[in-house]
C-alpha cells in the first residue's frame, strides 16, 4: 500500500487545481480547432501532474534491519564511498557514503540506526546540484548525530539538491531515534550523506540502487 507525505499536501492540492485549470482552457481553446496539439498538452499536463505526486509517494515498508545493523536512510543511488576529513561534528576522518536521489525516488529519510539524538543543526545554504563536491558543504543542508547503544556515534547530513528548495527535519537533540522511523523530508532532488568510524564494514558499493529501511549500508563496530 503506498500513502502520501503530509509535506506534500497543499503542492498536490495546487498542482491538482493548476492541472483542472490548464486543462479546461486548453479544451476550450484548442479541442476542436487543432486536436492534435490540444491532446499533446493534456498528455503533459497529466505526466507533469503524475510526477508531482509520485514524488510524495511513501511506499508501506518494514524495517529489515538488527541491532548492529546500519540501514539505508533513503532511496536512490550510492555516489560516494570514500574517507574524508568531517569537519562539523566529529573533526577527524570518517567514511563517507552519499546517497543521491533522484526526482523519482521517494524523499523520505529515516534513521539508519537506533539511539539517542546526540546533535542537530540546520544550515542554510545554496542549490547546487546534488552531485556537485561542494554540495556537502555549501547547499542547504540538515546535520542529525545518532549515539548508538554501544557508543558509537553517526552522523547523517540531508542536502539540498538544484530542485530542492526546502530540507524538513524532524529530529531534535535529546530524541529517541528508531532505526527504520522517519527523521525528515527533502523536496524535490537531493542527497544524504552518512559518515560512519573508520573500520566500518561497508556492505555497499558505488553505483548501487539502494531503498530506505531495506538495504544495509554496513555494520557498527
Known amino acids: 500500500m503506498i500513502t502520501?507525505?503530509?509535506e506534500g499536501r497543499s503542492i498536490m492540492l495546487g498542482s491538482i487545481v493548476i492541472f483542472l485549470g490548464l486543462s479546461a482552457l486548453n479544451y476550450y481553446f484548442l479541442a476542436s480547432a487543432i486536436f492534435g496539439l490540444f491532446l499533446f498538452l493534456e498528455i503533459g499536463?497529466?505526466?507533469?501532474?503524475y510526477l508531482i505526486i509520485q514524488f510524495f509517494r511513501i511506499p508501506n515498508r518494514t524495517c529489515a534491519g538488527q541491532l548492529q545493523d546500519i540501514m539505508c536512510p533513503a532511496?536512490?543511488?550510492v555516489v560516494v564511498i570514500e574517507e574524508v576529513e568531517e569537519t562539523e561534528y566529529f573533526k577527524d576522518?570518517?567514511?563517507q557514503v552519499s546517497i543521491f536521489m533522484s526526482p523519482l525516488n521517494v524523499h523520505a529519510n529515516y534513521y539508519p540506526i537506533s539511539g539517542e539524538v546526540s546533535y542537530t543543526?540546520?544550515?542554510?545554504g545554496l542549490f547546487l546540484v546534488a552531485w556537485h563536491p561542494k554540495s556537502s558543504t555549501d547547499n542547504e543542508r540538515s546535520t542529525c548525530v545518532v549515539k548508538h547503544s554501544?557508543?558509537?556515534e553517526i552522523l547523517f547530513r540531508q542536502i539540498a539538491g538544484a530542485l530542492a528548495?526546502?530540507?524538513?527535519?524532524y529530529a531534535q537533540t535529546g530524541d529517541k531515534a528508531q532505526q527504520g522511523a522517519e527523521f525528515g523530508f527533502i523536496k524535490f532532488g537531493s542527497r544524504v550523506d552518512l559518515f560512519l568510524p573508520l573500520g566500518t564494514k561497508i556492505d555497499v558499493q558505488l553505483g548501487q540502487k539502494v531503498?530506505?529501511?531495506l538495504t544495509k549500508l554496513g555494520t557498527l563496530n
Open 150 to 152: 554501544s557508543g558509537t
Open 165 to 169: 528548495r526546502r530540507i524538513c527535519y
Open 4 to 6: 502520501f507525505h503530509r
Open 45 to 49: 499536463f497529466a505526466v507533469l501532474l
Open 211 to 213: 531503498k530506505a529501511k
Open 121 to 124: 543543526k540546520y544550515h542554510p
Open 75 to 77: 532511496d536512490g543511488k
Open 93 to 95: 576522518k570518517r567514511i
